[in-house]
């Protein structure tokens, strides 16, 4: 690793009860269930022993912030909140399955699960939109340590677009790799930008299930 360049544990927040039902959360805030819990402590137990670990950051959201502070009391490290790691606004759809979103609206339904880059729900966020604002977050957090290691709590979606920017898939892409509950992928940041060194660790899970995002809604 260069000198200048940032390590980043990119963490998915613990399992939370509208992950079970594959329900949009998206920026409603939902605490984790006991399984999410259970996951923040292992989370907590596994980053004990990463080395030179300079901070944690989180998004503002209890399910993040939750696992978060899991990490926090183990590793005594201060948990700084960052809004910007928030979920994407899923406006009308937020609450909603992908059944429920069919028989709220079919067209818009379509339009939201096919990636359409501006199509933007009433009330929430455009994909474009969000994928600027996450990746400003990313590079701001990052850019505050260079040659340092940081953790950081966020959701699936904001994980999602980290993954994108990393690999240089566009917005549009289907997407085909996992974000589990808890994951924990690695990334650097330097001066041409993100690289994936690993994603979606969960071994410190070990036999427990998370559930993936591949869906869309269960950020």
């Not at 984790?32 to 901070?55: D, V």
């Not at 998004?59 to 700084?80: E, G, K």
């Amino acid at each position: 690793m260069s000198s200048t360049s940032t390590r980043i544990l990119a963490i998915r927040h613990g399992e939370t009860s509208w992950n079970v039902d594959t329900r949009f959360q998206g920026q409603i805030d939902i605490d984790l269930n006991p399984k999410g819990q259970w996951q923040a402590e292992q989370l907590a137990h596994s980053l004990a022993e990463e080395n030179e670990l300079s901070a944690l950051y989180s998004s503002d959201l209890r399910r993040a912030q939750a696992t978060a502070q899991a990490v926090a009391q183990r590793l005594r490290l201060p948990v700084q909140i960052d809004a910007g790691l928030r979920e994407r606004h899923g406006g009308v759809f937020q609450g909603r399955t992908l059944t429920e979103m069919d028989q709220h609206d079919a067209d818009l339904a379509r339009r939201w699960r096919t990636r359409e880059v501006d199509f933007r729900p009433e009330g929430g966020e455009s994909l474009r939109d969000f994928y600027e604002r996450s990746l400003a977050a990313w590079a701001r957090v990052a850019a505050r340590h260079p040659g340092q290691t940081v953790a950081v709590v966020a959701h699936g979606g904001v994980l999602d677009c980290l993954y994108r920017a990393a690999t240089g898939l566009t917005l549009e892409a289907p997407r085909t790799w996992k974000i589990a509950n808890a994951s924990v992928s690695r990334l650097l940041f330097h001066s041409e930008g993100f690289a994936l060194m690993g994603w979606g660790d969960t071994q410190h899970l070990e036999s427990s299930v998370s559930l993936d995002e591949s869906s869309d809604v269960n950020a």
